[in-house]
């Protein structure tokens, strides 16, 4: 992740300027100006660590937005060589330990905290999916089922926790979906379009529901399937007759290469290793990142002594 690109970097700022940090009343009231403190950044529970790289950026970020910060307030932020983005860790393990002025500490604080919670909640509870179906050939995509703005912060979260990322956004794929089948004059009608006005290395993915669908997506020459709300058994189905018709052509001097199979819809961590051991390729999980928990994370912040 880079985390000084323009993007991450206007998303950073405008969480900042969101919390007016600032212009944090109660700590310019209460708290002295030249006050150094050290910050420690701790788990509170077993988990994916994901959204350190964050925590110095906003601080730069910060030193831009306070008009009056002095020159001098200088930051450090440090963490174990073995703790980084995507590591699991323990309850009441420390992520990292920032010295800086105090003032800057309390009003970046809850910024950090959000943001950390938020991306390591989506990492956890990935590698959870992750881990359900070790031993299969099956990855686990996301979906584009993000909270707007988020959407590069959330699919990097997915990676850290072991996920597969699915197309970023409507631009970077070509998924036919039920509704473009209905509002486009069927499927050979759109999927004809499709195939011959893609751009090059572009592979046409098309959803089907059932069987007949799956056989029309295959005679109209779909290069990948999304088997979408279908039981394990349905899916296991489909996965075979789609390896059928690959070898079929290709006993008949057809050169074609294999289609990707992805599940989809429905799919829980309860149910998950069933629909991996179908022998599809994907399994997309919009509850990566629309359903993730936030993580427990705090920060203590003591004063240093001179």
């Given at each position: 992740?880079?985390?000084?690109s323009?993007?991450?970097d206007?998303?950073l700022?405008r969480?900042?300027?969101e919390?007016?940090a ?12 030249a006050l ?9 529970q077993?988990?994916?660590v994901?959204?350190l ?7 730069e ?5 306070d008009?009056?910060?002095?020159a ?9 060589p ?5 590591v699991?860790?323990h309850d009441?393990?420390?992520?990292a ?11 970046c604080?809850r910024?950090?905290?959000n943001?950390m919670?938020h991306?390591?909640?989506i990492?956890t509870l990935t590698?959870r999916?992750v881990?359900?179906v070790?031993?299969?050939h099956?990855?686990?995509?996301d979906t ?6 988020l959407?590069a ?22 998924l036919?979906?039920n509704?473009h089948i209905?509002l ?6 759109v999927?004809?379009q499709?195939?011959e006005?893609?751009?090059?290395g572009?592979?046409?993915?098309v ?9 029309e ?9 999304l088997?979408?709300?279908m039981?394990?058994a ?8 789609i ?6 052509q ?23 290793r ?5 022998g599809v390729?994907?399994?997309?999980v ?12 705090s920060m ?7």
């Amino acid at each position: 992740m880079d985390w000084k690109s323009s993007s991450i970097d206007g998303l950073l700022e405008r969480a900042l300027i969101e919390d007016k940090a600032a212009n944090d009343t109660t700590t310019n009231l209460t708290i002295d100006s030249a006050l150094q403190a050290t910050g420690s950044i701790i788990a509170r529970q077993e988990m994916v660590v994901c959204g350190l790289g964050a925590v110095p950026r906003l601080f730069e970020i910060y030193a831009r937005l306070d008009k009056r910060a002095p020159a001098q307030r200088r930051f450090e932020v440090v963490s174990h060589p073995e703790i980084f983005d995507g590591v699991r860790v323990h309850d009441g393990q420390v992520l990292a330990v920032i010295r800086h002025n105090a003032r800057v500490l309390l009003s970046c604080e809850r910024v950090i905290l959000n943001l950390m919670q938020h991306l390591s909640g989506i990492a956890t509870l990935t590698r959870r999916f992750v881990d359900a179906v070790e031993g299969t050939h099956a990855h686990v995509l996301d979906t584009r089922k993000t909270v707007p703005g988020l959407r590069a912060l959330e699919k990097y979260a997915v990676q850290c926790g072991g996920g597969t990322n699915h197309r970023l956004d409507l631009a970077s794929g070509i998924l036919i979906k039920n509704n473009h089948i209905s509002l486009g004059g069927g499927l050979p009608v759109v999927l004809t379009q499709a195939l011959e006005g893609r751009k090059k290395g572009q592979r046409v993915q098309v959803e089907v529901r059932s069987p007949q669908e799956l056989e029309e997506a295959l005679a109209y020459g779909a290069e990948a399937i999304l088997l979408d709300n279908m039981t394990p058994a349905q899916v296991k189905q489909s996965v075979a007759r789609i390896t059928k018709a690959v070898e079929g052509q290709a006993a008949e001097g057809q050169v074609r290469p294999s289609i990707p199979t992805e599940a989809s819809g429905g799919i829980v961590l309860e149910n998950i290793r069933a629909y991996a051991e179908t022998g599809v390729d994907f399994i997309s999980v919009g509850a990566l990142t629309h359903s993730a928990k936030a993580a427990d994370i705090s920060m203590r912040i003591e004063a240093e002594t001179a």
